[in-house]
């Protein structure tokens, strides 16, 4: 039973027992078709056996899969499966070779059905005969992968569609990375400017006040160690603040870079130029064997910085000042070192400019002098111990007085009467010029108010302004508060200033002249010919004076570059239509050519020195001519 069970299911083993009988041989066969027909009826993908290119069998499932209906499609060319017929004859030339080599083929292609729809399909072929593979025929397995394939496709796109997001963020990532480098890069290099900045001076690019103390600082302790010493040379330039109000701002910083590069090349790498101040600058000289090495490089500093400049269009000469320092004998700090050094250049200046000067008991004795004279000046004022002295001007035709001039003196309890020459320059830099210059214009205004008081003929009166003065905003005002308080007319108040300070910053010159001028007061231009004037301002500033300075007076005689100096002047005054004072006259000759060149009025020792108010009344009442 076992055996013909076994038999039974299997028709081929049992061939193999037995030589069957041929009714039994075709029901086996029978069975088989009818077996495999089942298979391929229920089978779940397209199965289809072609001959010649012809379908000569199909399953329902392909005849579904084609939209054709049952039975329709078998005894069609194979070609009716392909969306055309260049598809058809481009896969039968892909297939044919491999099928006659007896391999299988599997591929994927795009299929059409019926109605000319398409779809993915997924086709296995393998010939029944190698040899013969058209004639023998060949069979073909379809899927319709459409679903598959989209789901393949999808998730393609979506990988594709996420790599490109994690390379957007990626890339994204990457310049926000750049940008910070970037960023941290340009706050390193901001950092390092600050850091330059706080320790260098903006317009030359040299070391500062900060970075000079640290710098003495470092040369003192190793100079100690190695049992040398170091100095410290502090330079002024003389008369700078002439060139930079003259001139303007922009040739006085030309000016000082061009000093800077100069002092550079004076000093060994290792030592120090610093800038410390508008025209201040110190060299540290780190190691020197003594006093003689200062000596040489003072002396090369002066040799050096008096050379010409050329800046912009000007030619232009500067001397400086110098003081120097040296430690351990003088100092073993840096504070002490540098107070020291620039104690020692205020002396140089005070012997006459462009020399140099060591520090001394000597400049230790006169700057402590200078600092009680400071705290004095500040209780002058207080104090009431200013007085003003007035010395005549002449009008040359007729030898009488055409107005005097204010010059204010200090009665020191102690001292006796100090000349202005020596407070006026520590009041301008103490900024005590505004209280002393507010008090000679109250002080000089009273004064014409009493004389007139008393029926004098007053003539104006002269006052001197200086730079700081003149640049007060409230100028203006205070003059007329000043001359409304004495009850006095503008026109008995002339108001002298320098050259140098009318040359400074021209706009706003030119704004107060104005306003000072439509109030009735007179303005002169002190000092005229040691400044650097523009003729062009002169013609448009509202003046009514001229006063030549007193060194070209001096030589008049003798000098005939003076002399060529003073005539061009009154000339220049003439043309202008403005009136001309020749100041420093000491001697006849001197008015007489003055005389001669037709300057308007003269002030000087000939015709009367600066004098109490009680001397120069007589010049008032017209008691005292000087006939010229
Ligand atoms: P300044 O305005 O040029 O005044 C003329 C100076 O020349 C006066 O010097 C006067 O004494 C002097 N002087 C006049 N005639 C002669 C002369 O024939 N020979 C010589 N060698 N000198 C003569 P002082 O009084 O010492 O004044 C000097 C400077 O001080 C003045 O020069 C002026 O710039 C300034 N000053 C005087 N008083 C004042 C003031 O109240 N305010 C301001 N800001 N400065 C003043
Ligand atoms: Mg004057
Ligand atoms: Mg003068």
Same mark, same amino acid.
């Given at each position: ?142 899927? %319709? *992968? ?5 789901? +393949?496709?999808?998730?393609? =796109? @979506?990988?594709?569609? $996420?790599?490109?997001?994690? !390379? ?118 780190? %190691? *020197? ?5 200062? +000596?040489?490089?003072?002396? =090369? @500093?002066?040799?050096? $910085?008096?050379?010409?400049? !050329? ?318």
């Amino acid at each position: 039973m076992q055996v013909s069970n076994d038999l039974g299911s299997n028709p081929l083993a049992a061939q193999a027992c037995s030589a069957p009988s041929a009714d039994a041989r075709e029901q086996v066969l029978r069975r088989m078709a009818l077996n495999y027909e089942a298979i391929l009826q229920t089978a779940s993908i397209g199965i289809a056996f072609t001959r010649e290119l012809y379908f000569e069998h199909v399953n329902p499932r392909l005849e579904d899969m084609f939209g054709w209906p049952r039975g329709t499609l078998a005894g069609q060319l194979s070609q009716v499966v392909f969306p055309s017929k260049a598809d058809f004859d481009e896969l039968f030339s892909y297939t044919q070779p491999l099928l006659m080599q007896g391999l299988a083929v599997d591929f994927e292609r795009e299929l059409a059905r019926r109605d000319g729809s398409l779809f993915r399909g997924h086709i296995r072929a393998n010939s029944v005969d190698p040899l013969r593979p058209r004639e023998s025929g060949v069979i073909w397995i379809v899927e %319709d *992968i459409t679903e598959h394939h989209r789901s +393949v496709q999808e998730l393609q =796109r @979506v990988r594709d569609e $996420l790599e490109m997001r994690v !390379r957007e963020r990626t890339d994204a990532l990457a310049r926000a990375n750049e940008h910070l480098l970037n960023e941290i890069a340009e706050r390193r290099v901001a950092e390092c400017r600050i850091r330059h900045l706080a320790h260098h001076d903006s317009l030359t690019g040299l070391p500062n006040r900060r970075l000079l103390e640290q710098r003495v600082g470092e040369a003192l302790t190793q100079a100690r160690q190695r049992g040398r010493g170091c100095a410290v040379v502090f330079l002024d330039l003389d008369r700078f603040k002439t060139i930079n109000d003259s001139l303007g701002h922009g040739v006085g910083d030309g000016l000082l870079k061009a000093v800077a590069r100069r002092l550079a090349e004076v000093v060994r790498p290792t030592d120090t130029v610093a800038r410390v101040g508008g025209d201040e600058f110190v060299l540290l000289l780190a %190691d *020197i064997a003594g006093a003689d090495d200062a +000596v040489h490089v003072a002396e =090369r @500093v002066l040799e050096r $910085l008096s050379q010409p400049y !050329r800046i912009e269009r000007h030619s232009l000469r500067i001397t400086p000042s110098i003081g120097i320092a040296l430690s351990p004998r003088d100092g073993d700090e840096a504070e002490t070192l540098l107070g020291h050094a620039d104690a020692a250049m205020y002396h140089a200046k005070a012997q006459g400019r462009q020399c140099f000067q060591f520090f001394t008991e000597n400049v230790l004795r006169s700057s402590s002098q200078r600092l009680q004279m400071e705290n004095e000046l500040h209780g002058a004022v207080l104090h009431g111990e200013l007085r003003l002295h007035y010395q005549p001007r002449i009008e040359l035709a007729r030898g009488t007085l055409s107005a005097t001039e204010a010059l204010v003196r200090w009665q020191h309890p102690e001292k006796g009467l100090v000349s202005p020459g020596e407070f006026i320059p520590l009041a301008e830099e103490t900024g005590l010029i505004h209280a002393i210059g507010d008090w000679v214009l109250r002080e000089a205004c009273r004064q014409q108010r009493l004389w007139r008081d008393r029926g004098l003929p007053v003539k104006p009166v002269a006052v001197n302004l200086s730079a700081q003065q003149f640049r007060s905003r409230d100028l203006h005002d205070s003059i007329r508060r000043i001359l409304s308080d004495a009850r006095l007319p503008a026109h008995l108040l002339e108001l002298e200033i320098t050259e140098s300070t009318l040359m400074h910053n021209t706009g706003e010159t030119l704004d107060t002249l104005q306003r000072l001028a439509s109030s009735g007061v007179k303005i002169s231009i002190d000092d005229f010919g040691t400044g650097y004037s523009s003729l062009a301002y002169l013609k448009r500033f509202p003046v009514d004076l001229l006063k030549i300075d007193r060194s070209f007076v001096r030589d008049i005689h003798t000098d005939p570059d003076d002399a060529a100096i003073v005539r061009a002047i009154i000339g220049l005054a003439k043309s202008l239509g403005l009136q001309v004072v020749a100041e420093g006259v000491e001697t006849r000759e001197q008015a007489n050519f003055l005389n001669a060149t037709g300057c308007d009025e003269v002030q000087g020792f000939l015709f009367g020195r600066p004098m109490p108010p009680e001397g120069v009344e007589q010049y008032i009442a017209g008691v005292c001519t000087m006939p010229v």
